[in-house]
T-cell receptor, first 113, second 112 residues
Framework: DVKVTQSSRYLVKRTGEKVFLECVQDMDHENMFWYRQDPGLGLRLIYFSYDVKMKEKGDIPEGYSVSREKKERFSLILESASTNQTSMYLC????????????FGSGTRLTVV | AQSVTQLDSQVPVFEEAPVELRCNYSSSVSVYLFWYVQYPNQGLQLLLKYLSGSTLVESINGFEAEFNKSQTSFHLRKPSVHISDTAEYFCAVSGTFNTNYFGSGTKLNVKP
């Protein structure tokens, strides 16, 4: 069964900490995405990558960075966590060609205290 | 830029009743359209998609959606819902680099 795996289901971090969220896919997808999900706001795109070492800003990149050193792994980094980054973070992947839709991971619920 | 509007944040319905979840989009170019479903404490799953061809698309569990270009809509329907359909449903439209723009979601609550 094809998968997008997010390393942690729940995380609690302190304000100011550097936080790493990891995502791994086993489908040989070129594209990978990070979204955050907040009630009433739907999903908002933080960053995406269409190839190894390539990254593009989404709609809300402030306070975040990403790393894609291998095709199967896409990491989201919160440089200095703040309480307004408390959210559900969703990773997704897709093939580069025709947009057939995404495969999502099960999400990481991050709480910053 | 693309955007998606889901007019109803919550839709309560009784089991075996029909349901329609509304989705309108804005885009200046040809689009691909999607519906995703999120069950409690899970990630999103692709429910169905419109890429081209027939404007009516169906999922394996009885949902269907119709692409209406003149009304820029992609409403999701099911003629008879089950308790197990209780979930949050997200409409999405394609953007550049295969990005998807999502609506704010509609929570479908099926009551016995």
């Amino acid at each position: 069964d094809v998968k997008v795996t997010q390393s942690s289901r729940y995380l609690v971090k302190r304000t100011g900490e550097k936080v790493f969220l990891e995502c791994v896919q086993d489908m040989d997808h070129e594209n990978m995405f990070w979204y955050r999900q907040d009630p009433g706001l739907g999903l908002r795109l933080i960053y995406f990558s269409y190839d190894v070492k390539m990254k593009e800003k989404g709609d809300i990149p402030e306070g975040y960075s990403v790393s894609r050193e291998k095709k199967e792994r896409f990491s989201l980094i919160l440089e200095s966590a703040s309480t307004n980054q408390t959210s559900m973070y969703l990773c997704a992947s897709s093939f580069r060609g025709t947009n057939y839709g995404y495969t999502f991971g099960s999400g990481t619920r991050l709480t910053v205290v | 830029a693309q955007s998606v509007t889901q007019l109803d944040s919550q839709v309560p319905v009784f089991e075996e009743a029909p349901v329609e979840l509304r989705c309108n989009y804005s885009s200046s170019v040809s689009v691909y359209l999607f519906w995703y479903v999120q069950y409690p404490n899970q990630g999103l799953q692709l429910l169905l998609k419109y890429l081209s061809g027939s404007t009516l698309v169906e999922s394996i569990n009885g949902f269907e959606a119709e692409f209406n270009k003149s009304q820029t809509s992609f409403h999701l329907r099911k003629p008879s819902v089950h308790i197990s359909d209780t979930a949050e449903y997200f409409c999405a439209v394609s953007g550049t680099f295969n990005t998807n723009y999502f609506g704010s979601g509609t929570k479908l609550n099926v009551k016995p």
